[in-house]
């Protein structure tokens, strides 16, 4: 699909049911206390009409996923990751930037996702891009910590940012530390209807 500025040699596309066991043992790797099961993503990629998946791909293999699912008029960030040994290269921001096109081509208004009080660096990443924080969920997480969450409206968004999306290749997708999970337990399709998003953290 596209290259990854920086990323030597590492390429975002489309997951592919072929891809789900390597990407679920990186999920069990990233996110020990509350990793998806592996049936999971074959349920999330069986619903292509309300959802999108992607990997970033290295040369030595998948380093990188993100999935989105977006029920006019929201779209709702479900999962990011980059692996470790792969941060500080913009995988995590281009994998985002893709999430946000994509849910701007299926309509939507708002763009909302998850993400761990405690992670600092993911919320700077998501304010780059226009994100802000309205809504608290408290000890949303298994161990305790509170997810934030955060909204970008879609409207005009390509002017408003326009430092994030054409900043110099090399800062133009700062990466994301950590994804922004959603709690398993808590996967419902129809959590965009409440005053906060659907499920998912990442990276």
Request: one cysteine or more; glycine letters at 8%.
């Amino acid at each position: 699909m596209s290259g990854v500025p920086g990323g030597a040699g590492v390429t975002v596309r489309d997951m592919l049911p072929a891809d789900i066991p390597a990407v679920h043992e990186l999920e069990v790797r990233l996110f020990p206390v509350d990793a998806w099961p592996l049936h999971m993503f074959v349920d999330e990629l069986a619903q292509p009409e309300t959802r999108r998946y992607l990997i970033a791909e290295a040369p030595e293999g998948i380093v990188g996923y993100a999935g989105l699912m977006c029920v006019e008029p929201i779209a709702d960030v479900q999962t990011i990751a980059v692996v470790p040994e792969y941060e500080g290269r913009g995988i995590g921001s281009a994998l985002l930037r893709e999430l946000i096109d994509e849910g701007r081509r299926r309509g939507a208004a708002d763009v909302l996702l998850e993400v761990r009080a405690d992670n600092p660096r993911a919320q700077q990443l998501y304010r780059r891009f226009g994100f802000e924080q309205i809504h608290v969920r408290r000890k949303y997480y298994r161990d305790g910590v509170d997810a934030l969450i955060m909204r970008l409206q879609l409207e005009d968004v390509l002017a408003v940012h326009e430092d994030v999306i054409h900043a110099d290749p090399v800062q133009q997708h700062p990466v994301q530390p950590e994804p922004v999970r959603p709690d398993p337990r808590q996967h419902d399709p129809r959590r965009s209807g409440e005053t906060t998003p659907t499920k998912a953290d990442q990276q």
